[in-house]
């Protein structure tokens, strides 16, 4: 629920309708959890709203307008006690719990959603939640990161592959990778997870991180390279394309690694070529 950089935060003059972390280091995410941005739960001062009925009936949209809603899959994967609340490694209770106690008034000026995603849930669990409405149907952006840890068999050393066409294997992505190489469309299945944008009807840029250690920076990139000409099906609205935004590479240390991150982003455009 924050920028993506690290912030010095306190509670001392707290900036009207900003989210601040909050300054109490046992509620502290754990190293495996804590990412710039993002080191433990968020607050957003919002008594400035009760001043008076005139700043509050131009500002009351705000706080879910301005608010990060920002998820974790698998559960064990985020804050602590989260697994505890959520055990089910494949469903989107998260999700529907957090939303549930919304207004639907303030549903339609919640515009952004962050997911921290291992890729099993990704493949076998994202495409079911957009298709079941379960998010906010006014989502305009969507970030999703893929953390060092979330990646296939990465405790194994296993090569990296995602694959949004259809999921699978390492050996389907190597498959598909040559076909591409061949100049062959690659089709979008219907249970592949790149084709489950399509249900997020008010969807304009979907933005993905790739997280790695530096240590294997050279392998992430030639595989973020080829997801720079992913065209993601939207109907009629077109594709989510990247043509001309490129990727950007930042890195960040924890206390006893280095990591790099490239950030790919893919926006809306009317056409289907």
Known sequence: MAASHLRSETFSSPIILEELT?????????????????????TMN???LLTCRRIYLETYHLPPLLATHVFWHGPHSG?????????????HAPEEHYFACFAPWQLQFVKEVKLFTQMFWLEQSFPS????GVLPAGIERLRISVRRGDWWYNERKYPLFINPHRGGWLEDYVEDVARQERGEVIPWEDGGWGAAFQWLPALQELEIEFEMSVDRKEELKVMVQRAL????????RGVLSNEGL???LSGWKSETESFCVFTVKWKLVNNTK
């Open 79 to 91: 804050p602590p006690a989260l697994g505890a609340r959520f055990p089910d490694l494949y469903g």
């Open 246 to 248: 490129g990727m950007v």
């Open 229 to 236: 000409k992913w065209r993601f099906p939207m109907g009629k």
């Open 129 to 132: 939640m957009c298709a079941d």
């Open 46 to 48: 919002v008594a400035f």
């Open 22 to 42: 909050i300054p109490d280091p046992s509620r502290e995410y754990p190293p495996h959890v804590r990412r710039p941005g993002f080191t433990g739960p968020f």
